[in-house]
Each structure stands twice: as structure tokens, then as C-alpha cells.
């Protein structure tokens, strides 16, 4: 029988740092809270972290897309490592939690701190949202496209919301889909961003503010997009064995998804309807005996509403084509629903914290501190899953 | 024709050049690998089906069905056309050869899936950008 490793890893503790719109502090020492805070929480001391693990890394993208790589934080800390991975060629953000847990399977390392920092809100400064890769304003008269963009940009499509607008669209054409059942990811995120006090928008919002909203790229609108913010998030990664006599009961990776078994491309991937994801969907389901029905939580990515609706299919809450009827309304996917979804406000009410977010509020919904956002009945199954697109990843956590 | 909106334009290398530069001819080239007749895209040199070596730019009719469509009303740079109509088209010759694009000469808000078009090229120093318009236009 083959041996799925990543159950020889488990996640011990996690941190976060202040999260806002425009802190308009340094992004290097918004990661080290997020940072210092995870060590604590696993009751570890930073001269036991000999891993690290980053995405994107020191990337140079758009403004405020990375906020530290793995050299800033490895020399701010002094960190003695026997292992470090950083970059943006991964199965989706929680690829480098993935690729951590790897390396302590393989005894690479025993504790490995992963995190995730954005300020992209503090660097977009008072202008709008830019569009991806366009080099920056200052060279978009002289910038070439090329690599993965060159179909893209040419022809207008400078952002996400237009890639994943155009995959919206054609599950809208194929499957009957409607605005009105897509809004109820954004409303349900906006609801529990209620129980969230670090939540950005966390006023009431109907479905009547939610279709008179302005539309970004058919069928998306304003409050299917999610909120850049500046703020940073760590977990630690622990072997099995080095977890015993922490602080906190360690959460098993139960199985992780990291297929890409379609091609790497937005609009050459042979099903319009969904992507990447589909495949790290089924590859996590195929690593465990459990089941959706199983699982007592889900966080999944919600850069866009539609991208949520997308993971809900890939990980089996619902049939192919079946996430519109599966959600409107909201009953299903409340926090006393059948499968509470997002339950910090996700992306779209709580901000952009790119994909580990939904990592860290899995850990908090099994530990049982989500306070007045808290799914009753002490969950003990959780999934966490990022990306869209070309990036996806997905990881099943069991509390003990 | 109304004044043209900014494009970023594609950085040409002798893998890309037969695609962006066809339509000095009126021709939309894909790569075309010589032994199974696969085209390629985007460009690589080596057949994905055959893994043949063997690949060469080869004009298709220009003729397509849109697969999805949606309409642009974010103004990501300055925009003078808002909303505009960014497509994937899936090319006549080969199911699941597609581009993303835009569909021009018409009102955006009247672009259907399932609706046929055929290319039309838009120059840009040095490079034609294929677009497309409905094939009934």
C-alpha cells in the first residue's frame, strides 16, 4: 500500500500580524510579527526553527505582492536552517506549507516556519487597483510582454478578474449559473466577517447592495473581487515526532492535493469551467479515507466569489456544475450549514492575505477559538484550500 | 477605425514571431507539427502530441467560435472604451486551440458564446495583434 508521507507532518502553531487597509508599516516587520507569533503559539524558541518556507518569495511582481522572502526573514531572525524553499512555482499558495511538510517527512528538518506576506493596499499608494505584471506605471509605455502574460496582456485582459471572469462566464453559459447565487459567497463571507474583529468590511451586506454593485468584468462585480490589505500570517510546520510536549495538540495533515494534471493555462485547460484545483481536488480525496461529508469546516480561496464555487466542486460538496443551486441562499455554507465556508469573512471581507489565511483560520476553527465566529460542535476536520487558474493546492487537517 | 486603445505589446523572439507578425500578410499562423498536423500553442518546439521536432508556422482560416466572453468595465490603465470585450475563442481547425482576444466591430454587449467570428489584425509597430469580429459582420 503506498505511504502517504505528509501525515509524518503536522501544523503546532500559528501567528498573524495586525491586518489593514494601509498600515503603512514596514512589510519586513509585519512578517516578523506574524512570525514571532507562531513561534510562541507552537511553544517552540526560534533557535528550534531549522526550516523555512515562504510563497512567492522575494519576488519581484506587482507592488506589495511579497512583503519578505526567505533570506530577509532567515537573517532578521538568525535562524540556523537545514532546509529553506521560497517561489512562486507551487501548487498554489499553500504550496510551500506543502513543500514544508515534505521536507520534515523526509527529515529534512523538525520545525519549519511557513508564512505568507502582502501590503499591497500601503504600496498601491491612493491609486486604483493595477493590473498584473505590467512592469509598473512608469514602464507601461516601453514594457514587452512575455512568459505566461504574452496572451494576456496584448489583448486587454490585465487582471485576474478577467481571467477568472472568462471561466465564470462560460460556467454561467454551461451549467446555468447566476449572479444570485454567486453572491451568496460574498455574502456569507461578509456575514461571518461579523464574528471576525480583524475583518475589513464588516457591516451588513444584502443582495440587493450585492447586485447593484459595479461591475468589474461580467459576471464579476465589485464584492466578488477580494480586498488587497497589508498584513502577513505564519504557520509552523512540525514533524510528528518533535511534536510532542508542545503547547498546543498538534493538527495532522491528514492529505494534501498538489495535481496539475491539465495544462498550465488559463485558457488552453481542456474544461473552461474550472482549473487547476480540479485536479488538486481530486488528488486529495484520493490520499485519505475520508470523505467530504467528513469535513466539519472549509476555507477555501476566494480572490474571486467564483473561484470559492470552483473549490467547492473540486473538493466534492457539490457535483460538477452544481455550485450555484448549492449555495444560493447560504444555508449550506453558513456557519450552521452543512459545510460552514470562510468562516473569518474569507478574502472577500477580511482581506487579501493570499491563501494562508485559510490555512491559519482552519487551525483556529479546530483548536476551537474562532469566538463568535466558531462552528459549534468542535470541528475536527478541516480543509484549507488556495489558488485559481494554473495555481492550486489543498491540504486536510484532523485535530487529534 | 476609432482611435486604437493602449496595448501592451508581446516581447517577439523567433518561437513567437510567425503569430504576432502574420497579419502583415492577413494570415493567422499558428506552429504546425509537419508529421500529425497538431498546431501548437502557445508556440513550443516540440509537438506536445507526437513530440516531434518537426514544427513550422502554418496559416489557419482565421475563422472561430467565441467559448467565453466578458465584458471589461475596469479601467486597469486609461481606457477611452469602456466596456470592452475580452473573448477565448477556440480556432476552426482544431478543438481546444484557443486564444484569448477581443471581439471588435461590434456593440461588446452583443458577444455570445457559441458565436462564430473570424480574425481581423490591428497593427502596433511591428505587430499585429489578432482580433476578432463577428463573421457575419
Known amino acids: 500500500m503506498k505511504e502517504f508521507l505528509e501525515r509524518r507532518a503536522c501544523i503546532t502553531g500559528i501567528g498573524q500580524s495586525d491586518v489593514g487597509r494601509r498600515l503603512g508599516r514596514d512589510p519586513l516587520a509585519l512578517t516578523l510579527d506574524a512570525c514571532l507569533a507562531a513561534i510562541a503559539d507552537a511553544g517552540l524558541t526560534r533557535d528550534r526553527i531549522d526550516g523555512l518556507a515562504t510563497y512567492p518569495g522575494g519576488f519581484a511582481g506587482a507592488q506589495g505582492f511579497s512583503g519578505a522572502g526567505v533570506a530577509e526573514v532567515h537573517d532578521a531572525l538568525r535562524l540556523r536552517l537545514d532546509w529553506f524553499s521560497g517561489g512562486p512555482e507551487v501548487p ?9 511538510c515534505a521536507a520534515v517527512a523526509c527529515g529534512l528538518a523538525s520545525h519549519v516556519l511557513c508564512f505568507r506576506s502582502v501590503w499591497e493596499a500601503t504600496a498601491q499608494g491612493t491609486g486604483g487597483r493595477a493590473g498584473i505584471g505590467m512592469g509598473g506605471a512608469e514602464g507601461a509605455g516601453s514594457f514587452r510582454a512575455s512568459g505566461p502574460l504574452e496572451y494576456l496582456l496584448p489583448f486587454r485582459a490585465y487582471s485576474a478578474a478577467n481571467w477568472v471572469a472568462l471561466l465564470a462566464q462560460r460556467h454561467f453559459h454551461e451549467f446555468g449559473t447566476t449572479r444570485e447565487q454567486m453572491a451568496w459567497i460574498a455574502l456569507n463571507a461578509r456575514r461571518n466577517a461579523g464574528g471576525n474583529p480583524k475583518a475589513i468590511y464588516r ?117 460538477r456544475g452544481e455550485s450555484g443551486p448549492f449555495v444560493a441562499g447560504g444555508r449550506r455554507i453558513a456557519l450552521d450549514g452543512e459545510i460552514p465556508l470562510n468562516t473569518p469573512g474569507g478574502q472577500l471581507s477580511a482581506g487579501r492575505l493570499h491563501g494562508f489565511g485559510f490555512l491559519h483560520e482552519a487551525c483556529v476553527q479546530l483548536w476551537g477559538e474562532g469566538g463568535a465566529r466558531q462552528v459549534a460542535g468542535s470541528p475536527r476536520v478541516a480543509v484549507a484550500a488556495a489558488g485559481g487558474g494554473p495555481l492550486g493546492g489543498c491540504m486536510l487537517l484532523v485535530r487529534d | 477605425m476609432p482611435e486604437q486603445a493602449f496595448r501592451v505589446l ?80 477556440e480556432i476552426e481547425e482544431q478543438p481546444g486551440l484557443r486564444l484569448v482576444t477581443n471581439v471588435v466591430n461590434c456593440e461588446p454587449a452583443s458577444v455570445r458564446i457559441g458565436m462564430p467570428v473570424r480574425v481581423v489584425f490591428e497593427p502596433h509597430d511591428g505587430v499585429w495583434v489578432p482580433l476578432f469580429e463577428p463573421a457575419g459582420a
Open chain 2, 10 to 89: 508581446p516581447k517577439l523572439s523567433d518561437l513567437n514571431r510567425h503569430f504576432w507578425t502574420g497579419g502583415a500578410q492577413g494570415r493567422l499562423c499558428f506552429l504546425r507539427c509537419g508529421p500529425c498536423g497538431t498546431y501548437v500553442h502557445p508556440p513550443a518546439p516540440v509537438c506536445p502530441a507526437c513530440l516531434s521536432r518537426d514544427v513550422a508556422p502554418a496559416a489557419v482560416s482565421g475563422r472561430a467560435t467565441v467559448a467565453s466572453v466578458t465584458l471589461n468595465h475596469q479601467a486597469w490603465v486609461p481606457t477611452p472604451d469602456l466596456p470592452y470585450a475580452i473573448a477565448i475563442v
Open chain 1, 203 to 319: 457591516e451588513p451586506l444584502s443582495l440587493d447592495d450585492y447586485l447593484a454593485a459595479r461591475t468589474i468584468s461580467t459576471p464579476l462585480c465589485l464584492y466578488d473581487c477580494d480586498i488587497p490589505v497589508d498584513g502577513a500570517t505564519a504557520v509552523i510546520v512540525s514533524r510528528r515526532d518533535e511534536a510532542r510536549g508542545l503547547r498546543r495538540p498538534p493538527l495532522g495533515v491528514e492529505a494534501v492535493g498538489t495535481a496539475l494534471r491539465g495544462r498550465p493555462s488559463w485558457d488552453n485547460f481542456d474544461d473552461l469551467t474550472t482549473m487547476a484545483l480540479r485536479d488538486a481536488g481530486a488528488m486529495l480525496w484520493e490520499r485519505t479515507d475520508l470523505r467530504p461529508r467528513d469535513v466539519d469546516v472549509a476555507e477555501l480561496y476566494d480572490g474571486f466569489s467564483f473561484l470559492a464555487m470552483a473549490w467547492l466542486e473540486a473538493l466534492g460538496f457539490c457535483g
Open chain 1, 92 to 100: 498554489g499558495q499553500l504550496g510551500a506549507v506543502v513543500n514544508a
